[in-house]
């Protein structure tokens, strides 16, 4: 692959971010993931409690969920827009409703997970907190306890490359079987160097705006904090969140746009090695 290409690559999926069409069709789903963290930040009662955590990593993989649809409607919308084809969003939204299906699957299956796996951290919670030898016993489960966290990580990250590697088949390809998902584990497994390369491309490009945005909106609220009740802060909280979805909805797009970028490139690259 040469630095020319991915350039030309790049270039193109960041450009056709900032269609003024496209972006009013993704800020709704934007926003609702917005609204999501704040009500779930909203529930947190108080610091260190293991019920925190529920509301700290649920609202991830149902934004990831959310994404997950989004993503297999912007895929084919830029496969249309690249090819110069005419098409109707409705038309888009239609033919799209079965391939959905398939991204719930992956959904569901991380928020089953991240569910029973946080009932067993609230289990050794409890434990610790037996009167006496709770604190005692607290110290040896606590590696378990630091697995369990560790892997609530790990799944975030799972998502994030699924959203990455698997949107374009899930959106280009006629049927995603069983057998085309392990052809991509096993081209992710071919071509490590190449494939990490592009999804940090895209991480970065999405994380340093989105960054930016976050230390904006924390500075905000520590120099002009809302000294009131939680209703206040909520509002402030929703309102600070209007800009900022705005705001980071191009670089969403172009996360999705650089999926199917590098979707081409890595079945490009197959192709020539095989042929």
């Known amino acids: 692959?040469?630095?020319?290409?991915?350039?030309?690559?790049?270039?193109?999926?960041?450009?056709?971010?900032?269609?003024?069409?496209?972006?009013?069709?993704?800020?709704?789903?934007?926003?609702?993931?917005?609204?999501?963290?704040?009500?779930?930040?909203?529930?947190?009662?108080?610091?260190?409690?293991?019920?925190?955590?529920?509301?700290?990593?649920?609202?991830?993989?149902?934004?990831?969920?959310?994404?997950?649809?989004?993503?297999?409607?912007?895929?084919?919308?830029?496969?249309?827009?690249?090819?110069?084809?005419?098409?109707?969003?409705?038309?888009?939204?239609?033919?799209?409703?079965?391939?959905?299906?398939?991204?719930?699957?992956i959904s569901i299956l991380s928020i089953v997970a991240f569910v029973i796996l946080w009932i067993i951290f609230g289990f050794l919670a409890a434990i610790k907190d037996i009167p006496h030898i709770g604190s005692f016993i607290g110290v040896f489960i606590s590696i378990v306890a630091y697995i369990l966290i560790l892997f609530f990580i790990v799944l975030v990250i799972l998502n994030l490359l699924f959203l990455f590697f698997l949107t374009p088949s899930i959106s280009l390809k006629p049927k995603l079987k069983i057998k085309g998902f392990f052809e991509i584990l096993k081209n992710l497994k071919k071509n490590i160097f190449v494939n990490f390369s592009l999804f940090l491309i895209a991480v970065i490009t999405v994380f340093i705006p989105a960054f930016l945005l976050f230390i904006s909106a924390?500075?905000?609220?520590?120099?002009?904090?809302?000294?009131?009740?939680?209703?206040?802060?909520?509002?402030?909280?929703?309102?600070?969140?209007?800009?900022?979805?705005?705001?980071?909805?191009?670089?969403?797009?172009?996360?999705?746009?650089?999926?199917?970028?590098?979707?081409?490139?890595?079945?490009?690259?197959?192709?020539?090695?095989?042929?």
């Open 1 to 105: 692959m040469i630095l020319k290409d991915l350039d030309k690559f790049f270039t193109r999926a960041f450009l056709f971010s900032f269609n003024k069409k496209k972006l009013f069709f993704t800020y709704p789903f934007i926003f609702l993931i917005g609204i999501i963290h704040i009500f779930f930040r909203s529930l947190v009662a108080g610091p260190g409690t293991w019920t925190n955590l529920s509301f700290i990593f649920l609202p991830i993989f149902i934004s990831f969920a959310i994404l997950f649809v989004l993503g297999v409607f912007l895929a084919r919308i830029y496969f249309h827009d690249v090819k110069n084809l005419k098409c109707s969003y409705m038309e888009i939204l239609k033919k799209s409703v079965d391939k959905i299906s398939y991204t719930f699957y």
């Open 218 to 275: 924390s500075l905000t609220k520590s120099y002009f904090a809302i000294r009131l009740d939680s209703i206040y802060l909520g509002l402030e909280s929703f309102f600070i969140m209007l800009p900022v979805s705005i705001l980071i909805t191009p670089f969403v797009i172009f996360f999705f746009n650089f999926a199917i970028e590098s979707f081409n490139i890595l079945h490009k690259k197959t192709e020539s090695s095989n042929g």
